[in-house]
């Protein structure tokens, strides 16, 4: 006889594991199913974002950067060293070593609220049970009054460059090369090309990136999109309108080579890397989740279609996070684990998708909320816009990173906040304020009229308003 539950959630990533805590919080007894293992072989909570994305990839972004500074900036503040050197299996260790701390972390907390963590693969069956495979293949049933499927998301495979996990990897495989790679290509000039390309380029590899779209960052505002792009032309070797064709692994002089063939406008190149990184995007992971007649449906996308609460359609039955529609960010999956857990115990609960930050962790940082300036001009909406350079920005100097700007746009006529868009030192940081202010229908004569501290970054977001109404300060308008 299966165990019952007031709630079965399937995946611990930041959706899951952050709903499962909220329902036991809220009194209902919970279990979470997940199938993710650590490095150890043991089973790892977190999921993709804490065990092999957001935050090993931040504490390698954080290890190159110091190396890359006491290389190239240090010498401005008057400090050297003799003979810098970076040992590669001490920064993946220190990586591993935050990440072991976040998981079993979690592993408190569930322990501290009461969550049952289950070990293995979950698969919904008709009327709210869950068939669980476990790691020894030995398989066991839960039932639930509520399901939430929060399965995340995994790679994209693209047709003919399979992954082989040492010279053809995804973002997994990135985080753990075992020397600084000679020359890196990657495909794919996203969050995760952009990230990782700048770890191993500051520590000394040579970054090919390349990037079958014609616009660089199409989903940022095109602004930001052109002043990032000037700096990390800098670092890195960004080709657009390059289209693979086919990546091969190849023994040339006794050594593995990948050799990578693509096609842009002066017709096909052959180039030869040492690891080859493809990342060209996510996909939801929802194949073998769903029994066949367990009611609930997949869009073209394999996403799982879901409501504006995220319900599925079938009574009790909710999904959130990377497997739905909208922006596959750790963030927005913990707000809709959140709010579904809230919805089942009888509360209000609601994710604002239009007010979701997107953060890139590179340096500079590039960060935005809210609607681009194409994307109101093409809807045919009045709007003001204001921007400021971080070369104006006192902190920013100080800091030795000037480079960026912020540019908020204003409705034309209510002065509302429509979007906000950066590209600077800590960006990631500064997006912050201008959330909370357009969550709560704010203007831009509200931050305009807000006191910032100074010397701090943030004067950038309040110059910026003032420029809305072309009255900012420290620049001519």
């Known amino acids: 006889m299966s165990e019952t539950y007031d709630v079965v959630i399937l995946g611990a990533g930041p959706a899951g594991y952050v709903a499962a805590i909220r329902a036991a919080q809220l009194g209902l007894k919970t279990a979470c199913v997940d199938n993710f293992k650590g490095k150890d072989g043991k089973p790892a909570l977190g999921g993709t974002c804490l065990n092999v994305g957001c935050i090993p990839s931040k504490a390698l972004l954080d ?4 190396f890359h500074n006491l290389l190239h900036g240090f010498k401005d503040h008057g400090i050297s060293a003799a003979k810098p050197a970076i040992d590669v299996a001490t920064m993946v260790g220190r990586k591993d070593r935050i990440v072991k701390q976040f998981t079993g972390g979690i592993a408190q907390l569930f322990k501290a609220n009461k969550v049952t963590p289950v ?35 995994v790679p994209f495979e693209l047709p003919g460059i399979p992954f082989d996990g040492e010279h053809i990897v995804d973002n997994v495989g990135a985080l753990d090369f075992s020397e600084v790679p000679a020359r890196l290509g990657v495909i794919g000039a ?3 090309g952009l990230e990782l390309g700048s770890v191993w380029r500051r520590l000394g590899a040579e970054v090919v990136v390349l990037e079958a779209m014609d616009s660089f960052l199409a989903a940022a505002d095109a602004d930001i999109a052109k002043a990032a792009k000037r700096e990390f032309d800098k670092l890195l070797d960004i080709r657009l309108g390059a289209k693979v064709a086919r990546a091969e692994v190849k023994k040339k002089k006794g050594k593995a080579v990948v050799e990578v063939v693509y096609a842009d406008k002066d017709g096909e190149h052959t180039l030869e890397f040492d690891r080859l990184l493809v990342s060209v995007g996510r996909r939801a992971a929802t194949d073998g989740v769903l029994a066949e007649d367990a009611g609930v449906r997949r869009d073209e996308r394999g996403r799982i279609e879901v409501d504006g609460h995220c319900w599925t359609g079938v009574e009790g ?13 750790a963030h927005k999956a913990s707000e809709e684990g959140i709010a579904v857990a809230e919805l089942i115990a009888g509360l209000p609960g609601h994710v604002n998708l239009d007010t979701v930050p997107w953060v890139i962790y590179t340096e500079p940082e590039v960060a935005w909320v809210g609607r681009t300036e194409k994307e109101l001009k093409d809807a045919g909406v009045p709007y003001r816009v204001g921007t400021f350079p971080f070369a104006a920005i006192g902190r920013a100097v100080a800091m030795n990173e000037p480079h960026g700007m912020v540019k908020m746009i204003a409705h034309a006529e209510t002065d509302r906040i429509l979007g906000v868009h950066m590209v600077g030192p800590n ?23 807000i006191v910032h501290a100074h010397p701090t970054l943030s004067e950038a977001v309040h110059e910026a308003a003032l420029a809305v109404d072309k009255r900012a300060i420290h620049k001519g308008n």
């Open 427 to 449: 960006v990631s940081e500064l997006i912050a304020e201008c959330v909370v202010a357009m969550e709560f229908k704010g203007s831009s004569e509200d931050l305009a009229r």
């Open 317 to 329: 039955v909710w999904a959130v996070g990377d497997c739905v529609r909208g922006p596959m960010l």
């Open 63 to 66: 290890s190159s950067r110091q």
């Open 119 to 153: 070990a293995g693969t979950g698969r919904l069956l008709p009327g709210r049970k869950v068939e669980v495979t476990g790691h020894d293949g030995k398989v066991s049933e839960l039932a639930a009054t509520n399901v939430i499927i929060a399965t995340g998301s």
């Open 190 to 192: 996203g969050v995760i």
